[in-house]
Nanobody, 117 residues
Framework: QVKLVESGGGLVQPGGSLRLSCAAS????????MNWYRQAPGKERELVAV????????NYAESVKGRFTISRDNAKNTVYLQMNSLKPEDTAVYYC??????????WGQGTQVTVSS
């Protein structure tokens, strides 16, 4: 079965950096695009970054462009989100996501990122 496990969240000061990881299993990782979403308290879940199966195409929400970088290591079945110049408004639970060819969404348990001084 599909399993996604996020890690790397924590408390960081404004301007700081964090690197999130998502370890995937239960499917052919190298065949699927991967996504990072986030959900802040009281807000809708929003798409933050996407990467294609080969890792050659990425796209970002306007709010994180130039600060966040999504990448993947298909040998390790892992997708990453490097977050730099963090702001308090980046505080959220961050989720890893994959969508199957039948349009079913799979989610990890999420990892909390808190940006505060």
């Amino acid at each position: 079965q599909v399993k996604l496990v996020e890690s790397g969240g924590g408390l960081v000061q404004p301007g700081g950096s964090l690197r999130l990881s998502c370890a995937a299993s239960g499917f052919t990782f190298s065949s699927y695009g991967m996504n990072w979403y986030r959900q802040a308290p009281g807000k809708e879940r929003e798409l933050v970054a996407v990467i294609n199966s080969a890792g050659s195409i990425t796209n970002y929400a306007e709010s994180v462009k130039g600060r966040f970088t999504i990448s993947r290591d298909n040998a390790k079945n892992t997708v990453y989100l490097q977050m730099n110049s963090l702001k308090p408004e980046d505080t959220a639970v961050y989720y890893c996501n994959v969508r199957s060819i039948w349009q079913k969404d799979y989610w990890g348990q999420g990892t909390q990122v808190t940006v505060s001084s």
